[in-house]
């Protein structure tokens, strides 16, 4: 049995006696039984005064004296003058006090048995034609294994044969599988997403990647400070006060029930009570938004917190690539070619081909069951789909590619997308290109946060510098750290830990020691490992960053509320002390009053229970249907957005006739779809939204955003008649045209993610 779980039993079992104690005597005293009330009362007050006294010790040993100090002193003045019923009342209030901050400082433990449940115990190791299963630890530098699909790299190595393709989430945060080639060096953790290779081990069990990252979070979990209570920092001048104010009552007054009472009365229960009503209440008010809190210690130190240091794959971003954008070869349609591509990638395991076949499903796209399918791992999947042989994957481009190739390769990597080529018959139809997206809720929480006292935001991620730096841009941050290994983001944040109270949120295996190396460590634990869940203080059990906000907001206020109520109580309590030192007060008199400021500012504590509003607007059940109507329907519509792009590229690289049908078709896509829901936001959403957010001048530019978009639209159509008599386009007209549809795209793809950062976002 733990001896974290002796501590909670005991302080049960001292709650149950107390209040048993105090309850009998009354009933005696009812029943005009004087003597045996006291017998009750004293019971009681003893039973509190030996575990008070070890509560002291332990305090000492960790060098500080606690509040506890005065409740002892009052006890054993209780029981020398006789006022069992003070006494009595005190160590019902001391009992209480510890059983409710048992229940804010219970741990979870940081035995990081998820980090080891992920690490292989053995290894496939070839010898000669012979493929044996051997303990990892016999592994030795230079052995020849087996990696089989689906399993974990055990040891550090290098590809021995073939192409390993890896999933190295684990290792990096980066979501997207790497492809290493004969002879490349990859780390033990990483999971084989490809077909079986061949590794030539490198380095043994212990000297391996994963095995670091366990050592890592294992050191810095154990460097980790314990939290002092916040009770205790105000006793170091409340204790000895007391104290002198009780000396001076019986040195001035000569009676030492006047100093009892004055130690009743100074019994520090908004200390002992109301700092840690008001934190479970915040723990209470933050499990409701799916923010588990492991105790009451932590929700303390959040409150505290300057800086926050941010993992990107998973926590800024989803984690998950995207479709972002599907483009066709002239003469072919993109509907199709992601048909195509997603019919034959039914069969696939790969992240990027789910990715292909949920877009088609989303978009309503009809899949063919494809048949003769071969997927070389790191160059695609091959097979046949209605009569085409078809290849979705990866091609060589170069100098003789085609035009709007070497384009769409281009713009991959000016976006920092991953693309998708996809061939029919020999000749490249089209190519999709997938990135994982910046959740929407991050730049308002990041905003949020910042309100909330965090002074500097951090990125930390084992990802590439382009789109780390891309996002650090967009989101504001105050400095990016790229190409991060597990043992850099510790450094990270042990540096930051030097100049402030530091916040780590991360989802990863990889993130567990910088979670575990923080003050406060927060884990994404809707999709994120178990591993990180387990090493951080904080898990957000909903797939939402701003989620963190919510819980910084909870934190600061119930520390607010806490300190508030706590030096409340303590003003009451010195009056009634000065009261108690000039025979004003009886020690029972003293002890009822004491629990009478104790009923105050435990209501005032209580208030951490209730919703902040100031924080997180509040929707009506009107504008949140809206709200999520909308957001799906913004899904729908990204096709749309880019048709618009894809037109405007038309009337410079293909023919009149093709120009002109790319254009009607966005005409009708804007007129059918794309306006119709813009005009629902205008009049339907921001209406609703008016009252929540404070009035529709919050509203105003996005509004301006729809006129222009409107404008735009109606523009375009206006080309459309503007042709020449044979029903072409006009050729001095084309300029125009052009800027209106790049413009029209610009605004929609902004305008969008406004939405989303700002409207969307606020729906639960």
């Given at each position: 049995m733990s001896a974290r779980l002796v501590r909670s039993m005991a302080d049960s079992l001292l709650f149950l006696v107390t209040a048993v104690a105090l309850a009998a005597g009354s009933v005696a005293w009812l029943a005009d039984a004087p003597s045996a009330a006291d017998l009750c009362w004293a019971a009681g007050t003893v039973a509190a005064v030996v575990p008070a006294v070890v509560w002291i010790l332990h305090a000492l040993h960790r060098g500080h004296a606690g509040v506890d100090v005065i409740a002892v002193m009052a006890l054993v003045g209780t029981l020398a003058v006789r006022e069992y019923l003070a006494g009595s009342l005190i160590a019902l209030m001391l009992a209480t006090g510890r059983a409710l901050e048992a229940a804010a400082q219970r741990r979870a433990s940081r035995d990081l048995s998820a980090l080891l449940r992920h690490a292989p115990r053995s290894a496939r190791r070839r010898t000669g034609s012979e493929v044996r299963t051997v303990p990892l630890a016999e592994i030795s530098v230079d052995d020849l294994l087996l990696v089989g699909p689906g399993e974990v790299v055990p040891v550090n190595g290098r590809v021995s044969m073939d192409t390993a393709l890896l999933d190295e989430s684990v290792l990096t945060g980066e979501s997207l599988p790497v492809e290493h080639v004969r002879g490349e060096l990859v780390r033990s953790g990483a999971v084989n997403t490809g077909g079986a290779f061949e590794l030539r081990a490198t380095a043994t069990e212990e000297d391996s990647a994963y095995a670091e990252i366990v050592r890592l979070a294992r050191q810095a979990g154990a460097e980790t400070a314990p939290v002092v209570r916040l009770a205790d920092r105000y006793a170091a001048w409340f204790v000895p006060l007391s104290l002198v104010v009780a000396g001076l009552a019986w040195l001035i007054g000569g009676s030492a029930t006047s100093a009892v009472a004055v130690l009743v009365v100074a019994t520090p229960c908004p200390l002992l009570l109301a700092a840690p009503v008001a934190i479970v209440s915040g723990l209470s008010r933050a499990a409701r938004l799916g923010v588990v809190i492991r105790d009451g210690g932590a929700l303390e130190t959040l409150g505290r917190a300057r800086t926050l240091v941010l993992d990107k794959t998973g926590t800024l971003t989803t984690g998950r690539p995207r479709v972002v954008d599907v483009t066709a070869a002239p003469g072919h349609e993109t509907a199709e070619v992601l048909r195509q591509a997603a019919s034959l990638d039914q069969l696939s395991p790969h992240v990027l081909a789910q990715a292909l076949v949920d877009e088609a499903h989303r978009r309503g796209l009809e899949l063919s069951l494809p048949t003769d399918v071969c997927e070389q791992p790191g160059r695609g999947a091959t097979g046949t789909v209605e009569c085409h042989r078809l290849s979705v994957g990866r091609i060589r481009v170069?100098?003789?590619?085609?035009?709007?190739?070497?384009?769409?390769?281009?713009?991959?990597?000016?976006?920092?997308?991953?693309?998708?080529?996809?061939?029919?018959?020999?000749?490249?139809?089209?190519?999709?290109?997938?990135?994982?997206?910046?959740?929407?809720?991050?730049?308002?929480?990041?905003?949020?946060?910042?309100?909330?006292?965090?002074?500097?935001?951090?990125?930390?991620?084992?990802?590439?510098?382009?789109?780390?730096?891309?996002?650090?841009?967009?989101?504001?941050?105050?400095?990016?750290?790229?190409?991060?290994?597990?043992?850099?983001?510790?450094?990270?944040?042990?540096?930051?830990?030097?100049?402030?109270?530091?916040?780590?949120?991360?989802?990863?295996?990889?993130?567990?020691?910088?979670?575990?190396?923080?003050?406060?460590?927060?884990?994404?634990?809707?999709?994120?490992?178990?591993?990180?869940?387990?090493?951080?203080?904080?898990?957000?059990?909903?797939?939402?960053?701003?989620?963190?906000a919510d819980a910084m907001g909870i934190a600061v206020r119930s520390r607010h509320i806490a300190v508030q109520s706590a030096l409340g109580g303590m003003v009451m309590s010195l009056a009634a002390m000065v009261a108690a030192a000039f025979g004003l007060l009886p020690p029972a008199a003293g002890a009822l009053l004491q629990e009478g400021i104790d009923v105050v500012v435990i209501l005032n504590a209580l208030r951490a229970l209730l919703t902040d509003r100031t924080t997180r607007p509040v929707l009506t059940p009107t504008a949140e249907d809206l709200v999520h109507r909308l957001a799906a329907e913004h899904d729908d519509l990204r096709e749309v957005v880019e048709a618009v792009r894809t037109a405007a590229d038309r009337l410079s690289g293909a023919s009149e006739e093709q120009a002109r049908a790319a254009v009607e078709h966005v005409h009708r896509l804007l007129t059918d779809r794309l306006l119709p829901h813009e005009h629902a936001e205008e009049y339907q959403l921001y209406p609703a939204l008016a009252d929540s957010l404070g009035g529709p001048e919050t509203t105003a530019t996005m509004s301006r955003a729809h006129a222009e978009i409107d404008r735009l639209a109606g523009r375009i159509a206006t080309h459309l008649t503007l042709t020449d008599a044979e029903g072409r386009l006009r050729p001095e007209n084309l300029d125009d045209l052009r800027a209106c549809l790049y413009g029209l795209y610009s605004v929609l793809r902004l305008h969008f993610t406004q939405e989303e950062e700002n409207y969307f976002s606020l729906a639960p």
């Amino acid at each position: 049995m733990s001896a974290r779980l002796v501590r909670s039993m005991a302080d049960s079992l001292l709650f149950l006696v107390t209040a048993v104690a105090l309850a009998a005597g009354s009933v005696a005293w009812l029943a005009d039984a004087p003597s045996a009330a006291d017998l009750c009362w004293a019971a009681g007050t003893v039973a509190a005064v030996v575990p008070a006294v070890v509560w002291i010790l332990h305090a000492l040993h960790r060098g500080h004296a606690g509040v506890d100090v005065i409740a002892v002193m009052a006890l054993v003045g209780t029981l020398a003058v006789r006022e069992y019923l003070a006494g009595s009342l005190i160590a019902l209030m001391l009992a209480t006090g510890r059983a409710l901050e048992a229940a804010a400082q219970r741990r979870a433990s940081r035995d990081l048995s998820a980090l080891l449940r992920h690490a292989p115990r053995s290894a496939r190791r070839r010898t000669g034609s012979e493929v044996r299963t051997v303990p990892l630890a016999e592994i030795s530098v230079d052995d020849l294994l087996l990696v089989g699909p689906g399993e974990v790299v055990p040891v550090n190595g290098r590809v021995s044969m073939d192409t390993a393709l890896l999933d190295e989430s684990v290792l990096t945060g980066e979501s997207l599988p790497v492809e290493h080639v004969r002879g490349e060096l990859v780390r033990s953790g990483a999971v084989n997403t490809g077909g079986a290779f061949e590794l030539r081990a490198t380095a043994t069990e212990e000297d391996s990647a994963y095995a670091e990252i366990v050592r890592l979070a294992r050191q810095a979990g154990a460097e980790t400070a314990p939290v002092v209570r916040l009770a205790d920092r105000y006793a170091a001048w409340f204790v000895p006060l007391s104290l002198v104010v009780a000396g001076l009552a019986w040195l001035i007054g000569g009676s030492a029930t006047s100093a009892v009472a004055v130690l009743v009365v100074a019994t520090p229960c908004p200390l002992l009570l109301a700092a840690p009503v008001a934190i479970v209440s915040g723990l209470s008010r933050a499990a409701r938004l799916g923010v588990v809190i492991r105790d009451g210690g932590a929700l303390e130190t959040l409150g505290r917190a300057r800086t926050l240091v941010l993992d990107k794959t998973g926590t800024l971003t989803t984690g998950r690539p995207r479709v972002v954008d599907v483009t066709a070869a002239p003469g072919h349609e993109t509907a199709e070619v992601l048909r195509q591509a997603a019919s034959l990638d039914q069969l696939s395991p790969h992240v990027l081909a789910q990715a292909l076949v949920d877009e088609a499903h989303r978009r309503g796209l009809e899949l063919s069951l494809p048949t003769d399918v071969c997927e070389q791992p790191g160059r695609g999947a091959t097979g046949t789909v209605e009569c085409h042989r078809l290849s979705v994957g990866r091609i060589r481009v170069g100098p003789d590619s085609p035009s709007w190739v070497r384009a769409v390769d281009n713009r991959a990597v000016l976006d920092g997308a991953s693309v998708v080529w996809v061939t029919a018959d020999g000749t490249v139809t089209g190519a999709v290109l997938l990135r994982a997206p910046l959740r929407p809720d991050a730049p308002r929480t990041l905003r949020r946060l910042r309100s909330a006292g965090i002074r500097r935001l951090l990125m930390v991620t084992g990802d590439r510098a382009e789109p780390a730096r891309e996002v650090a841009s967009v989101l504001g941050l105050d400095a990016v750290e790229t190409g991060q290994s597990p043992a850099d983001k510790v450094a990270a944040v042990r540096a930051e830990r030097a100049h402030a109270v530091t916040v780590m949120i991360g989802d990863g295996v990889n993130d567990a020691p910088a979670l575990a190396a923080a003050d406060i460590g927060v884990a994404m634990g809707a999709r994120g490992s178990t591993a990180s869940s387990e090493a951080a203080d904080i898990v957000l059990t909903t797939d939402r960053v701003d989620r963190l906000a919510d819980a910084m907001g909870i934190a600061v206020r119930s520390r607010h509320i806490a300190v508030q109520s706590a030096l409340g109580g303590m003003v009451m309590s010195l009056a009634a002390m000065v009261a108690a030192a000039f025979g004003l007060l009886p020690p029972a008199a003293g002890a009822l009053l004491q629990e009478g400021i104790d009923v105050v500012v435990i209501l005032n504590a209580l208030r951490a229970l209730l919703t902040d509003r100031t924080t997180r607007p509040v929707l009506t059940p009107t504008a949140e249907d809206l709200v999520h109507r909308l957001a799906a329907e913004h899904d729908d519509l990204r096709e749309v957005v880019e048709a618009v792009r894809t037109a405007a590229d038309r009337l410079s690289g293909a023919s009149e006739e093709q120009a002109r049908a790319a254009v009607e078709h966005v005409h009708r896509l804007l007129t059918d779809r794309l306006l119709p829901h813009e005009h629902a936001e205008e009049y339907q959403l921001y209406p609703a939204l008016a009252d929540s957010l404070g009035g529709p001048e919050t509203t105003a530019t996005m509004s301006r955003a729809h006129a222009e978009i409107d404008r735009l639209a109606g523009r375009i159509a206006t080309h459309l008649t503007l042709t020449d008599a044979e029903g072409r386009l006009r050729p001095e007209n084309l300029d125009d045209l052009r800027a209106c549809l790049y413009g029209l795209y610009s605004v929609l793809r902004l305008h969008f993610t406004q939405e989303e950062e700002n409207y969307f976002s606020l729906a639960p």
